[in-house]
């Protein structure tokens, strides 16, 4: 039997931030407890809404479901507005016009500001409320129930090793046990054999999946001669947001190399559920990828690289007591463009070593994928080693193994770059010196994004002899 969901978008993202509090407060059982539904560290728009609407589904099923968005120093309000304008802007056109009995809002800080702020909980809100309710958390550690979207493994594990348990980087107190996930990343076998929600396929978007395990699950709305009203408006709503990561990440479709059955599917499904009126897809698709492509506008250079940032850690059997950290960061800007906004090819670099350092990084890896002028898209590759020995060696692997399946070229600017500034930028951004090695390059198959990159990556650490 289908399940009709009772809740517009914000009246369900209301009623999951209480039932987290009334959790943390102790008022319900354990088994009354919520199921906290996790993206990924980068916090994109397709982790984002890949939690938001498997939540709003999924709390028909008897436990409620509380959408969690993996920010350990951005509280939900003004600053997520301003890190992520592109989901403001998802958001924003998924909800307007209001459904019945609810105010508009618009896109200023302060109203997207106090919309964020009353309806979505990041990581660092989940901390300040448990420092609310223990004063003294010295020991203090709570367990919750997890579902992870758009990845498959949470950073930190048990001290045991146990399959499907762990916490999150900045929740370190609240032991997380991970009874499902739907990803589209490669599986890093941390997931506990036999649980009941495991997908993990390749799709252009983790939303597609998402939509797709919905529907087969018969969570999603199937009766839409039974809905109501509010039913209705609020499947509009919730089909409009679904569709905004499977078009952005797979370029309205257009893109060959990362379209799969699954987001057509998606889009198939989710098109007739749409507002007509006031929603189609090529205007989804064209306000939310201006809003992305204008995001790094108004943030510093740090808050570029930790903007869509992922992290792993690996071994070497050339020195298997030593942990490599790699952190791979991703921008949709020129690397170029983010020189500039740091004023000098090395105040970008001492950049990179600062935000490096803090994460006790060995590589760094900065990825950028843009389109120029004429809409021609590019992609860019920088890394660096900041150890002198295993991560260098690591990167020469990486070359190795992986340079011709990239098609790694010497850097170039693009037409219209000023020829000094392009100068000292491979001049400061190359260096074969064993002290902080480091490469740009224009890899020729732009097919190839972190998603495939970051495991040729990892491999080149664990192979290395």
């Known amino acids: 039997m289908a399940n009709h969901p009772q809740h517009t978008l914000f009246r369900f993202l209301k009623s999951a931030i209480q039932a987290h509090r009334r959790f943390l407060s102790g008022a319900v059982t354990r088994a009354e407890a919520p199921i906290y539904v996790i993206g990924n560290p980068s916090a994109d728009l397709d982790s984002v809404i890949s939690a938001v609407i498997y939540s709003y589904f999924a709390n ?5 479901h509380v959408p969690l968005i993996n920010l ?61 309710i223990v004063k003294d958390n010295e020991g203090y550690r709570i367990n919750a129930d997890a579902v992870l979207v758009d990845w498959n493994a949470l950073p930190i594990g048990t001290p045991d090793g146990q399959k499907g348990k762990g916490s999150l980087d900045g929740l370190e107190t609240v032991d997380f046990n991970v009874i499902g996930c739907i990803d589209h990343h490669q599986d890093d076998g941390f997931l506990r054999p036999g649980i009941d929600l495991k997908v993990i396929e390749k799709s252009g ?3 597609s999946l998402v939509t797709q ?52 599917q998606a889009v198939d499904f989710l098109s007739p559920k749409l507002n007509k009126g006031t929603a189609d897809e090529d205007k989804l698709y064209a306000q939310v990828l201006e809003a992305k492509q204008n ?31 790699i952190g ?4 949709v800007k020129s690397i170029s463009w983010v020189v500039r906004k740091a004023e000098s090819p090395q105040a970008f670099l001492q950049a990179v070593y600062k935000f490096a350092a803090k994460r006790e990084l060995g590589i760094v890896v900065v990825m950028a994928a843009f389109s120029s002028n004429d809409d021609r898209f590019h992609r860019e590759l920088f890394v660096c080693a900041l150890d ?10 990486f070359v190795e193994q992986s340079g011709s399946k990239l098609g790694l070229e010497e850097w170039s600017p693009l037409d219209g770059d000023e020829e000094v ?45």
């Open 213 to 264: 395990t919905l529907n087969k699950r018969g969570l999603w709305l199937q009766d839409a001669a039974a809905a109501n009203n509010l039913q209705m408006a609020a499947e509009e709503q919730i089909a409009s947001l679904a569709m905004t990561p499977t078009l952005i990440d797979t370029a309205n479709l257009t893109a060959k190399d990362k379209v799969t059955q699954f987001d057509l």
């Open 295 to 325: 995001s790094l506008d108004l943030l510093t250079v740090d808050e570029i690289l930790d903007r869509d940032y992922k992290q792993w850690t690996e071994t070497s059997p050339r020195e298997p007591e030593k942990l490599l950290n």
């Open 388 to 397: 002198e020995s295993l991560a260098v060696g690591a990167l020469k692997n």
């Open 421 to 465: 500034l392009s100068k000292v930028i491979k001049d400061t951004l190359n260096s074969d010196d064993t002290h902080k090695w480091r490469h740009i390059w224009k890899p020729a198959d732009i097919t190839k994004s972190r998603k495939q990159v970051a495991p040729m990556m990892r491999e080149a650490i664990t192979t290395l002899e």
């Open 72 to 132: 350990p120093t951005i509280p939900s309000g003004p600053e997520l507005r301003r890190l992520r304008p592109e989901f403001v802007k998802a958001l924003w056109l998924s909800t307007h016009p209001p459904a019945q009995d609810e105010q508009p809002w618009d896109e200023t800080p302060e109203s997207a500001g106090a919309i964020l702020h009353d309806h979505f909980l990041t990581v660092a809100d989940f901390s300040a409320h448990l420092k609310e």
């Open 205 to 207: 978007s983790c939303a």
């Open 328 to 331: 791979f960061c991703s921008m």
């Open 60 to 64: 028909n099923t008897g436990r409620h």
